[in-house]
């Protein structure tokens, strides 16, 4: 009774995750067509790139606590990869590399964003069939 | 003539100039048959290029007709500026294989080393070797040397080609010092015959890539570069090209055609109208009709602000350590010296000094005679300016002032005992200072910062060199550098910085500075005004800087044709947007490299690419440098490698490796470039030999040299493997390679070297440009000999083997002749390399302390030394890689 409610906030949460990384896909592209300058463009994205990284790690941590491990560990990776780029300072974006590495960012934000998007119909999934199994 | 196996293409033909003793060849525009009358062809003035110029190859019968003039001899001689020094190739005609020297013999190869045109030839046209009637026009001797008799009619003149990269063959040598004599061009490409395909262009595994020069020093007798003063410029409507020699008249003149896009545009209505003489001129007299590099003094619509005056302000570190060593008197000295020559033409030069130990010191300077008065500031978190005018004064008007003062520096501090060095609140209060105009801040430091904003740790470990750590040190430690290099960059504030300490001074953070504001960074290790030669070398360098006049406020941005996308750039400025470079200064002799790629077939004859760099002078005038370059294409992968310039690869190289180092490490940084080189030699082997069982090393004769600059890449300070270099020594270096132009950094990885004792008797005296050099050695010991006197020099430092006295030190000018030679020879030497470097004269001793010795001999690149290989070792692991491959 309790998954019902949990994946439903998933689902939402997850939502909101999906937004964000839109937000990066759509800055990016923005640089690459000169509607923002590499230094305005930074301090935008550096502002959100934490928040986005606890985002998603509440996630793992709420299956974690109500034990429900397939979604923990489709969760894992993700979260082992952004503590790692967290770990070796990483995670920040620079404006005098941002050319140079836009490629890079570009596709890290289009596989988080395609992630997201998966995660969003497995929470619904997931959620639908604990609202059937309580109703049973 | 013409003979006739070399046609000329219709409609050109050759004279002979006897005053630049080369052919000049006149042709005329085919498509220009309309009223505007003959285009001026001949008589080109040396300097810079002219458009209608020069074949020294010419078309094959199959080629596609030429639409602009032939071109220049394109590769490596155009770019090291020996036969027609002063012209950039220029498109339309493929290279082809005309020029008879297929073979080299050693002791020649030397002479003609530049005149040498690549010839990769095409298989199944060896009806061009051998007997050549006349060779002269074909590689017009620069500089008088006789063409030597090739006349041995080689058939077979591919397998001769691979004859000298055999192991023990000839070693050949690198000839830099014929660059001196004409002005460097200011642009070359690794290809200069461009794939039409990126399929192509994979295959051959040259990168491709532009090393742009654009603001070049001129000596005396230099042309100034053609300023077109009227301000009527064309500009492509859809690319926003400017006009420029490539492009083509259509209806009648009135119209013409974009190389760039083939769109059709206006001619503007006062481009026939000659406004010096107000009267209707001749729109072929136009200098950006007929010059590749021209300069246009831009209006108002090019400008955000009005132009700024040139703004100084020095930072003077005046902690104890400086003042001990000197460096404060002697900069003081320099500057009071050069006030003269800082540029100051419409007197609008703004000038503040401020120094700094662990508290920033401000002098106010009253205008007249008046005596400074210093502010002190303690507060170092929050760096304020303590008085609103009076710090930031006009040059002009508070000289005599600024004089009292400079002379009073040193000793207001001479008893200054403080330890430590609040540089970064001294960087932002400079920063504060010239905010809202932009310029230039020189730091002059000689302790590691250690209060405040930008503090560094000594994070220098012996231990760690040589080991994969290593490549962290050349990392920035501090983030404060870049971000503020960022906000820098916004206001027009470029950074320079000067470098004095014995102790370390992490030169990899500080050089952060500089390279992202276009500034450059300047390190004297362990300076001390005690010796004579240091102070000479930093006042003489800081001489030249301050003399440099500067461009400010400058963007730059290339263009291509269509299917040609800029993907990466290399060099000290800040990427503004994703083709616009912003330098807040641009100094003289800084070199860029761009790669380029190709991102569709291109199906045009030929490819133009233009530089333009829009800036203000320090004179207060908005100008735009404009530098075109045509390149023709092919789709045959032997001219594509017939093409290649090795200078222009190397110096591409250079700025990878630096890269690599930055983002991975050393090791890999040496990987990728050895790596980069093997498969340039296998595609080679692969394409052009049938890929079959040889035994030898083949590659094309302009890429000869290429191995053996690859060599001196590796081994050199920056990059090579050694547990003995420091880590700023090495981030100098690095910022050296990323920096200097080619004409620099070829020296610089493959240093000169040269015999004195048994010169030849014109060596030293004055010839007909200058003093005359003795011939170059190979950079190898085997050359060295008991009791000899020999030179090697690399741009940067200059090695005396001698057996008087070591170490450091000043030539004394004996009485004998010899003795004056030799003088004059270094005399030379300083002089001839062009940019404010002034090489230390070391004199090194067959016993003598051993560490120079080795420093010395580390610069005799083809010797194996402390683990790195000999020349031979190095083919022969590349021919491992390549056959086995």
């Known amino acids: 009774m309790g998954a019902g409610w949990l994946f439903l906030f998933a689902v939402l949460w997850s939502a909101v995750l999906l937004f964000g990384m839109v937000f990066f896909v759509i800055m990016f592209s923005d640089l690459e067509s000169d509607y923002i300058n590499p230094i305005d463009l930074c301090n935008k994205l550096n502002q959100f790139v934490i928040p986005e990284y606890a985002a998603h790690a509440l996630l793992p941590l709420l299956f974690l606590i109500s034990g429900q491990w397939t979604a923990l560990l489709f969760n894992i990776p993700l979260l082992a990869y952004n503590i790692n780029k967290v770990i070796k300072k990483n995670h920040m974006y620079d404006a005098t590399e941002i050319f140079r590495t836009l490629g890079g960012h570009q596709k890290e934000s289009y596989f988080k964003l395609g992630f997201y998007l998966l995660s969003f119909f497995y929470y619904l999934y997931r959620m639908i069939v604990a609202l059937i199994a309580e109703n049973e | ?885």
Request: glycine fraction near 6%; hydrophobic fraction near 40%; charge should be negative.
């Open chain 2, 1 to 885: 003539m013409a003979s006739p196996s070399q046609q000329l293409p219709p409609g050109w033909d050759a004279q002979w100039d006897p005053t630049n003793n080369r052919y000049i060849f006149t042709g005329e525009l085919l498509q220009l048959h309309d009223t505007m009358g003959p285009p001026v062809a001949a008589g080109v003035p040396p300097g810079w290029a002219t458009a209608l110029c020069f074949p020294t190859t010419f078309p094959p019968p199959c080629q596609t007709p030429p639409i602009c003039c032939g071109q220049t001899q394109a590769y490596y001689g155009a770019a090291e500026g020996a036969l027609d020094p002063n012209y950039p190739p220029v498109a339309g005609l493929a290279p082809q294989p005309a020029a008879p020297n297929q073979l080299f013999t050693p002791g020649l190869a030397a002479e003609n080393q530049f005149a040498t045109q690549q010839t990769q030839p095409a298989p199944g046209q060896p009806q061009y070797y051998g007997h050549q009637p006349e060779p002269e026009y074909i590689n017009a001797p620069g500089y008088g040397q006789p063409q030597p008799a090739y006349g041995q009619g080689p058939v077979d003149a591919l397998a001769n080609q691979f004859g000298h990269m055999q192991m023990g063959g000839s070693k050949p040598m690198l000839h830099t010092t014929n660059l001196l004599t004409d002005p460097p061009i200011p642009q070359a490409f690794t290809l200069n015959a461009i794939p039409t395909t990126s399929s192509l262009l994979a295959k051959s595994k040259v990168p491709l890539a532009l090393v742009i020069t654009p603001y070049r020093s001129l000596k005396e007798g230099d042309e100034p570069v053609p300023l077109i003063t009227d301000a009527v410029i064309a500009r492509c409507r859809r690319c926003r090209t400017y006009i420029n020699p490539y492009v083509t008249f259509i209806d009648g003149g009135n119209r013409w055609r974009c190389c760039m896009c083939s769109m059709s545009n206006e001619v503007p209505q006062l481009f026939d109208w000659d406004q010096v003489r107000n009267q209707p001129g001749d729109r072929w007299s136009r200098a950006e009709l007929n010059y590749a590099v021209v300069e246009f003094v831009a209006p108002t619509e090019y400008m955000v602000r009005p132009p700024q005056p040139a703004v100084y302000i020095f930072l003077i570190d005046v902690s104890h350590a400086a003042i001990q060593s000197g460096m404060v008197a002697t900069a003081t000295r320099a500057l009071l010296e050069n006030l003269d020559r800082i540029p100051d033409e419409e007197q609008r030069t703004k000038v503040a000094i401020v120094c700094y130990d662990v508290s920033l010191y401000f002098f106010s300077i009253p205008p007249g005679e008046g005596d400074a008065s210093m502010l002190v500031v303690s507060d170092v978190d929050d760096v304020f300016l303590p008085k609103p005018n009076d710090l930031l004064i006009n040059l002009a008007e508070c000289r005599k002032s600024l004089e009292n003062l400079l002379g009073r520096i040193n000793d207001m501090f001479r008893e200054n005992t403080i330890v430590g060095s609040a540089m970064g609140p001294a960087l932002q209060a400079g920063f504060k200072l010239m905010n809202p105009i932009g310029g230039k801040i020189m730091v002059l430091s000689a302790t590691l910062p250690s209060i405040g904003a930008g503090a560094l740790k000594n994070r220098d470990d012996t231990k760690i060199l040589g080991t994969s750590k290593e490549s962290g040190l050349l990392q920035a430690a501090s983030p404060f550098y870049k971000t503020f290099a960022i906000e820098c960059s916004r206001a027009q504030v470029s950074v320079d910085m000067f470098l004095f300490s014995a102790a370390y001074t992490d030169v990899a953070s500080l050089a952060c500075l500089p390279h992202y504001t276009s500034g450059q960074t300047y390190y004297y290790p362990a300076f001390n005004a005690a010796r004579a030669e240091d102070a000479l070398k930093f006042a003489r360098e800081f001489g030249e800087v301050l003399a440099m006049p500067i461009m400010l406020e400058a963007v730059m941005r290339v263009r291509a044709s269509r299917g040609l996308r800029m993907s990466s750039f290399h060099g000290n400025f800040f990427v503004r947007s994703t083709d616009l470079l912003a330098m807040p200064a641009v100094p003289q002799d800084q070199s860029y490299a761009i790669e380029v790629q190709i991102e569709e077939t291109i199906t045009s004859p030929f490819v133009v690419l233009q530089t333009a760099v829009l800036h203000t002078t320090c004179y207060g005038e908005r100008r735009i440098r404009v530098i075109t370059l045509a390149l023709p294409t092919t789709t045959s992968l032997s001219e594509v490698f017939a093409s290649a310039d090795e200078v222009a690869l190397a110096t591409l190289f250079a700025n990878k490796a630096v890269e690599r180092t930055l983002t991975h490490k050393l090791e890999d940084a040496r990987d990728f470039v050895f790596q980069r080189l093997v498969d340039i030699l296998i595609a080679y082997k692969t394409s052009m030999t049938g890929g079959g069982a040889s035994a030898g090393l083949a590659i094309s004769e302009n890429m000869k040299m290429l191995p053996a600059l690859v060599l001196g890449l590796l081994k050199n300070v920056g990059i090579r493997q050694s547990a003995q270099i420091p880590s700023d020594i090495r981030a100098y270096s690095q910022a050296l390679l990323t920096s200097l132009p080619s004409q620099l950094l070829i020296p610089y990885i493959y240093p000169s070297f040269y015999s004195l004792h048994n010169m030849p008797p014109e060596a030293g005296s004055i010839g007909e440009k200058g003093v005359i050099l003795p011939p170059a050695l190979p950079l190898t010991s085997e050359k060295l000999e008991r009791h000899g006197l020999f030179l090697i020099e690399d741009g940067q430092t200059i090695f005396l083997f001698d057996v008087l006295r070591g170490g450091k030190t000043t030539l004394p000018i004996l009485d004998n002749p010899f003795s004056q030679r030799v003088n004059a020879v270094i005399q030379k030497i300083r002089e001839m390399r062009r940019g404010v470097y002034y090489p230390h004269l070391y004199i090194v001793k067959e016993d003598g302390e051993q560490a120079l010795r080795l420093w010395a001999l580390s610069a005799l690149i083809q010797d194996r030394s402390d683990g790195l290989p000999s020349y031979q070792m190095f083919i022969s692991s590349l021919k491992e890689k390549v056959i086995t491959t």
